[in-house]
């Protein structure tokens, strides 16, 4: 009768850890080789920024599917989000400003889990601030909130203008009930239009005639923020659409509900958020 194998000792499983984190370390290192020759390519170290934001969707989509075993995802997560982050800053450095104004705690957390600690964080108390700050920039980052928020007014309404920075990303990406960094948020931003990820695009809208019945009939189309209005009993929206769903959907379903609209312009779009169970 054969003997059961010989389980390995703790020493031989330190020298697997080991040498597994050294294999590691090595890949990291050839990455940033590789990143090295993006840039004398693309010469985009001054360039201002390096973002590709449906690619970062890409990756993260590519991430969850194959992940398996004891590691929490959030782990996993946070790991490649902190690593796509410094590469990028690697190529062209650049600051995240963020909007405390729902909570300094919440919103820190949210720029920590996705940019780590190289990116420089910059705080504001206001999206507007946020806003003029990425708008001055070449490349940086902003965060704000993807909530109402008491007293924060339209904010979007600067987006508007062509030469104006973009919503590009809704965190977390990678959504579910118990995200370590939950906090709902928009990611502002100058990026090529062929980097930017458009499964869901975002409108800066003015409504008249806006009531319970008009956003009962928007809550049942798309994800909306909503600021009062002071002209005709309105109210100042930031509407994301889901790839299926146009505008003029929206527009006609508003206007059966007894509301007009204004005015209306497209101020960015992102990737559709990758939800998994809780236990994934």
């Known amino acids: 009768m054969s003997k059961a194998p010989k389980a390995p000792s703790l020493d031989e499983l330190r020298k697997d850890i080991d040498r597994i984190d050294e294999a590691m370390h090595k890949l990291l290192i050839e990455r940033s080789e590789i990143i090295g020759r993006l840039i004398a390519v693309k010469k985009s170290g001054t360039t201002g920024s390096a973002f590709r934001p449906a690619r970062e969707a890409d990756m993260m989509r590519r991430l969850v599917k194959r992940h398996k075993g004891i590691l929490p995802l959030d782990t ?57 700050a990425v708008s001055e920039s070449k490349g ?8 109402a928020v008491a007293g924060a007014g339209a904010w979007w309404s600067a987006l508007e203008f062509d030469t104006a920075p973009k919503i590009i990303a809704r965190l977390p990406f990678v959504e579910r009930a118990d995200h370590p960094a939950a906090l709902p948020v928009f990611v502002l931003s100058r990026v090529a239009p062929d980097a930017m990820a458009t499964e869901a695009a975002v409108w800066s809208v003015r409504v008249s005639g ?71």
């Open 140 to 147: 940086d980052l902003g965060l704000v909130p993807a909530v």
């Open 210 to 280: 806006w009531g319970a019945s008009a956003a009962q009939a928007l809550a049942v189309q798309a994800d909306y923020i909503a600021v009062p209005d002071r002209a005709f009993d309105g109210a100042a929206l930031l509407v994301t659409l889901p790839k299926e769903t146009t505008l003029d959907t929206v527009s006609k379903a508003l206007v059966k509900a007894g509301a007009t609209v204004r005015s209306s312009a497209l101020v960015g779009s992102h990737a559709t958020r990758y939800t998994v169970a809780a236990e994934k």
């Open 76 to 132: 996993v997560e946070s790991i490649w989000r902190v690593i796509i982050s410094t590469f990028t800053y690697v190529q062209a450095a650049f600051s995240v400003h963020a909007d405390l104004s729902a909570g300094d705690a919440l919103m820190r957390d949210s720029a920590r889990f996705h940019f780590g600690f190289t990116v420089p964080f910059v705080p504001h108390m206001g999206a507007a601030g946020v806003v003029a």
